[in-house]
């Protein structure tokens, strides 16, 4: 028997079901090599020799191959089919070669599949081939750059920018996008302008909606009405004079279907209509893929397969007729730049498994799955047909023209089954009554409506994912990595599925632009990756890619290594200076501290790696406000907004590093910290009074004694909210507004559903998500941990890898990890009491064991060397 090795149990149940008892499938849990994260990894000194170490818990999963091949020395290779697939192969190789698993006379095999279907993964088998060297090199460029730029730039960030913790080849590039956009919004000045509507009628009584194109006889451009005055003078020219339809213009038109999914119109699409993040989605391709229900979901190829064009063509005739079935079938060019990334386009296996035939119990498979689905069927479907009218207004002296537009669906073609997403809210035009030329149309209201222009928005996932594939940053399989980290390193906040820069990001991005601007270049980056191209075509040499880059970028590197804290914060602080000090209203110097007026504002780090504007006379000044507010801040700094007085106390509205708060009284030697509270959530600054602030002073607030044992019932705010506590039992309230209004008969309500709970934080937690049942009884539940969210199972309790978020663990992602938590435990049990030390006896059975399956928990993805790469 062969020994087949792919890289996931999910996959491997999914191939065994397919080869049957001829074959040992066995999963390497991904990569089985990584560099170790220290100096010298990669050696530039020594022509960027890499040293490479099998991972702690992959040795055991290299063994299991080992033990495999002793019994069947025949190997065949069939992971993924792209870089990181050939590139795990490789590795595999290697390890077992050093190992001596593989000897001189095993024949060592690698096969690819674009789909894990019974007729791929045969056919594959029947047409074996070497290991893509071109492809591995590829991988062995990318991982150098990125270890020698992640390794060596983040250190400097680390002495040089307090609390900034790493950057990456493509990561810091991706970031420069965010707070650009930032900048730009921060920097926009909205313009108003006025337009003028008007709601007419036709002859028989039909209303529709036209807007002033033509005003004086000339055509109205966008800020022409300026003023609410222009606009109103506008109004009356219109009521004025009588309006006759002079022309109708008919235009009929096609809307064409968009090609089928590749990775980055995948991510996107599944960011406008569901919110989903890039590995989210990635996470549940990937479950679909490993279950044989779509072809492989990295990728930048949008072509599809001869015999699935057929089967599509042939599933939409069978549902909807022949007449959503073109004359020829679609064909979309494959705009990959090479080979590596040249896989079919995503498509579903089986065309005519429709979402509801499958059954999915997983949501975001099912969502996922669904959008595919469509997708596919409609990209082979028939153009929609529509006619467009546009209606033309005017006055008989021709000094007002007024334009009607709409549209008439003839022929919905693949509109019936998908229509794509868009990233701004753009309608379409509605239908139009029956209309005439020369007919009189009369008014039956003509309104004016002001508008401001809109700052660029933020980017969301799917329009920083679009900006990337644009500018040629990154590939299909990095995306989902890169924007997940720039968030988990705390440089991007996701708010309402916007991606707002920290001001850690905002300072590491200044940082990097300001002493290396070359390496955070668009066109650089750009350039790069087409190099590394380059090698995956065999077209250039990966060593002379790194030598030319190294050679530039440690000279790069030797230029900082003078650099003083103080001169980086004096660059950055020249580099904000627009956004951080921007002009006042009276003309001074903006730079000039509004409390003392004699120092002056500059920027400041904090221990947390954050960052704020401070006076120079600290301590005898204390004025600061955040690094992201703006001059209207500065009345809240220093002494702050006096609210009022309590007794012979001021309260006063402050700011600090943290946000606003409210303050009783001012620091002396007796009282060095004042009486404080922050602005809990929802609460605005400009709301804020005298009353208000006293209410949040006076928390903790009592709301009685206990009826059953006398002790005090309180209404406090909190680290994680408002809340209500009696002795040691916290209960949490659902509104800030009902710390200062709850009953004791509430309280104590809420108090004993949360004693009933049990006992200890652990026991009252909520699950984030209930699975379903364990085939054995009994039912799973993803829970919140202190250590990070696990899956619990009556007394197993299985720690979530850290790449797999809570929302999207499928149900059998958690059996394995249950399953391999329980076989931990059994192997506990089964030690020998005597000997606790003598652990390497039962691993031999525990590998045979394993040889011999094809169902274990998914690895987590081996944690990178601090600072990270990109890829």
Request: hydrophobic fraction near 35%.
């Amino acid at each position: 028997m062969a020994v087949v090795v792919v890289e996931s149990p999910a996959k491997a149940k999914t191939i065994n079901k397919y080869l049957g008892s001829d074959y040992t499938v066995l999963a390497s849990f991904g990569h089985v090599r990584d560099l170790p994260p220290k100096d010298g990894s990669v050696d530039p000194e020594h022509d960027f020799d890499m040293k490479w170490e099998v991972a702690a818990d992959s040795k055991k999963h290299v063994r299991a191959i080992a033990e495999a091949l002793k019994n069947d020395n025949d190997l065949i290779l069939a992971t993924d089919p792209d870089r990181e697939g050939e590139a795990i192969s490789w590795h595999l190789t290697e390890a077992l070669s050093k190992s001596k698993a593989i000897k001189k006379d095993t024949p060592v095999k690698r096969v690819v599949f674009n789909a894990i279907t019974k007729s791929a993964v045969t056919e594959a088998m029947k047409n074996p081939r070497d290991v893509d060297m071109p492809l591995v090199r590829a991988y062995l460029a990318r991982r150098a750059l990125d270890y020698l730029v992640g390794f060596n730039l983040s250190p400097v960030l680390w002495r040089k920018l307090p609390g900034a913790k790493s950057a990456g080849r493509v990561q810091s590039v991706c970031l420069r996008l965010i707070v650009e956009r930032e900048m730009e919004i921060e920097a926009f000045r909205a313009r108003e302008y006025w337009s003028v509507t008007a709601n007419l009628a036709n002859t028989r009584g039909a209303e529709f909606t036209a807007r002033l194109v033509t005003l004086g006889g000339k055509k109205l451009e966008r800020y022409d009405l300026a003023t609410q005055a222009s606009a109103e003078l506008a109004v009356e020219a219109v009521k004025k004079r009588d309006l006759s339809v002079q022309s109708v213009e008919a235009k009929p038109a096609n809307r064409n279907p968009t090609a089928p999914f590749m990775t980055s119109t995948l991510q996107q699409e599944a960011s406008r209509k569901f919110g989903m993040g890039a590995r989210q989605t990635m996470n549940a391709a990937q479950r679909l893929y490993e279950a044989g229900l779509i072809t492989y979901m990295r990728t930048d190829g949008i072509d599809m397969a001869p015999e699935a064009v057929t089967a599509c063509r042939a599933e939409i005739e069978k549902r909807f007729g022949k007449d959503y079935v073109p004359a020829a079938p679609r064909i979309y060019k494959n705009k990959a730049k090479n080979a590596q990334e040249a896989h079919e386009c995503i498509r579903p296996t089986d065309m005519s498994a429709d979402p509801d035939s499958l059954k999915l119990t997983d949501s975001d498979q099912r969502k996922l799955y669904d959008l595919i689905w469509k997708r596919t069927i409609a990209c082979q479907m028939e153009a929609a047909r529509l006619e467009r009218t546009t209606v033309e207004i005017d006055s008989k002296d021709g000094q007002v023209g007024l334009r009607a537009t709409g549209q008439v669906m003839l022929f919905d073609g693949f509109l019936k089954v998908y229509e794509e997403g868009r990233d701004d809210d753009e309608g379409e035009d509605g239908r139009l009554p029956q209309l005439g030329q020369g007919e009189g149309v009369s008014k039956k209201a003509v309104t004016p409506e002001q508008h401001f222009t809109q700052p660029p928005p933020r980017y969301t996932e799917a329009t920083l994912v679009k900006r990337m594939e644009e500018l040629g940053i990154g590939r299909p399989s990095t995306y989902a990595s890169i924007v997940t980290t720039i968030q988990e390193r705390g440089y991007v906040l996701k708010d309402k599925n916007r991606l707002k820069p920290e001001d850690k990001g905002r300072l590491v991005t200044i940082f990097l632009t300001s002493y290396f601007p070359r390496y955070l270049g668009y066109d650089f980056t750009a350039g790069m990756e087409e190099q590394l191209d380059d090698i995956s075509a065999g077209s250039r040499d990966y060593k002379d890619v790194l030598q030319n880059f190294w050679a530039d970028f440690s000279a790069a590197l030797a230029e900082t290594s003078d650099l003083r804290i103080t001169e980086v914060l004096e660059k950055i602080d020249e580099v904000l200076a627009p956004h951080l000090y921007p002009p006042r209203e009276d003309g001074s110097d903006p730079r000039v501290c509004p409390t003392c007026g004699e120092g002056r504002l500059n920027l400041k780090t904090a221990r947390s790696g954050g960052a704020f504007i401070g006076c120079s006379n600290y301590p005898n000044c204390r004025y600061t406000r955040p690094l992201s507010g703006d001059e209207g801040d500065a009345e809240l700094a220093g002494d702050g907004k006096l609210l009022g007085y309590d007794g012979e106390d001021a309260i006063r509205l402050k700011t600090g590093r943290f946000g606003p708060y409210v303050q009783r009284g001012e620091a002396t030697e007796e009282v060095p910290k004042p009486p404080r509270s922050s602005l809990p959530k929802g609460w605005s600054v400009e709301d804020m009074d005298l009353d208000k602030a006293l209410m949040l002073l006076s928390l903790p607030r009592l709301v009685g004694q206990h009826p059953e044992d006398g002790e005090p019932v309180e209404a406090a705010i909190g680290r994680f909210g408002p809340y209500v506590k009696h002795n040691k039992t916290y209960a949490n309230l659902p509104e800030v507004d009902e710390v200062f209004t709850i009953g004791m008969n509430r309280a104590v309500e809420l108090i004993a559903a949360k004693a009933a709970r049990g006992p200890g934080r652990g026991a009252a937690a909520q699950p984030l998500k209930v699975l379903g049942d364990h085939p054995e009884g009994g039912a799973i539940q993803v829970m919140p941990g202190r250590y990070g969210p696990y899956v619990k199972w009556e007394k197993i309790n299985a720690t979530l890898p850290k790449e797999i978020e809570p929302e999207a663990v499928t149900m059998e992602q958690a059996l394995e990890l249950i399953q391999a938590k329980a076989a931990t435990k059994g192997k506990k049990k089964a030690a020998p009491k005597k000997a606790p030390a003598k652990k390497a006896a039962p691993k031999k059975t525990a590998a045979k064991t394993t040889a011999k399956k094809t169902t274990a928990k998914k690895a987590p993805a081996k944690k990178k060397a601090e600072p990270e790469g990109d890829d």
